[in-house]
């Protein structure tokens, strides 16, 4: 989308009349100089030979990225909504995941848009504004209104894949193995995603545990390397790939202002996995032990 650029605050001003000239303007004729010399009021063809060979050097004007030309705008049009004394940190990004990212200080914000608010009304800027100072709900409504209005933006952006480290073959489970199955069995092959397990992390008690995740930006399915174990049933590791697998198939739904990750069509479709009751009952059973409880 191509966007009017900005004047710049910061930059130097002049006037619709300023020139600036090599040489100054032309006066009247000067009195001629002694007799066998150049009058000072010669035209310049008679001083030809006065100029240097080299022509002289161009001056040029920085050039500026238009990203920190919407930067400084938008920030300059959040700053009279601030409190005193705060400062405000800004970037913007092709983020295609999160739109919104704020990180409240003591001294200020740092808050990090994707380009899509670049130009936006000053509506959209006061209710910004009162989502990252008070995280009010109302703003945040209208900010998802205007986010959904624009997810043509993000879809026609060009996603570079990252280059992730995919391990899938455990020492009990082979994660590929299990989803190049239930694509060709559930998905007509036709799901386009990319699985691995997750990181390893220590062994301690915890409160709770996510089995599971799938990355919209990259379409990477993460599973926890605490179902890579002997005793871990492999109907049970293949159920919570169709669940993460079942994320690729079914968009985030938008109610007011919650985003709604298990539609009802969500859950309907997990049910039909034909060991679902089998899974969940060994889940309730064992979910201490994974905890390391």
């Keep these: 989308m191509n966007r009017p650029v900005a004047v710049d605050p910061l930059g130097p001003s002049t006037s619709a009349n300023a020139q600036l000239s090599l040489f100054p303007h032309a006066g009247p004729p000067a009195p001629s100089g002694p007799e066998g010399t150049t009058p000072l009021g010669a035209p310049a063809e ?29 920030a300059a049009a959040l700053k009279p909504y601030l409190p005193p004394g705060k400062g ?23 808050l990090r848009l994707h380009r899509m608010f670049a130009g ?8 910004l504004a009162r989502y990252m100072v008070h995280n009010d709900r109302r703003a945040s409504r209208l900010l998802g ?4 209005r624009h997810q043509h933006i993000i879809k026609s952006q060009a996603q570079p894949v990252r280059r992730i480290a995919l391990r899938t073959a455990g020492q009990h489970h082979d994660l590929q193995k299990v989803f190049d199955r239930l694509n060709a069995e559930r998905f007509d092959g036709g799901l386009d995603a990319r699985i691995t397990w997750g990181a390893s992390s ?4 915890r409160r709770s545990i996510k089995m599971g995740s799938f990355a919209v930006e990259d ?13 871990v049933p492999d109907y049970f590791v293949k159920w919570i790939v169709f669940h993460e697998m079942l994320h690729g198939k079914h968009d985030i739904l938008r109610k007011g ?9 969500f ?10 009751a089998r899974a969940t009952a060994w889940e309730r059973a064992n979910l201490d032990r994974l905890l390391g409880g």
């Design 145 to 148: 209104e205007f986010i959904e």
């Design 46 to 74: 008679s001083r030809r030979e006065l100029r240097p060979e080299a022509a002289p050097r161009q001056a040029r004007l920085p050039v500026v990225d238009d990203l920190q030309i919407h930067e400084r705008a938008l």
């Design 120 to 127: 936006a009304a000053p509506r959209t800027m006061r209710a």
């Design 202 to 205: 220590s062994v301690r008690a």
């Design 219 to 231: 379409r990477v399915i993460r599973i926890h390397p605490i179902l890579d174990q002997a005793d």
């Design 257 to 265: 202002e919650r985003r709604v990750f298990h539609s009802q069509a």
């Design 88 to 110: 405000l940190e800004l970037r913007l990004t092709n983020n295609h995941y999160s739109m919104i990212s704020v990180r409240r200080k003591v001294d200020g914000y740092r």
């Design 267 to 276: 859950l309907d479709d997990e049910r039909t996995y034909p060991d679902y």
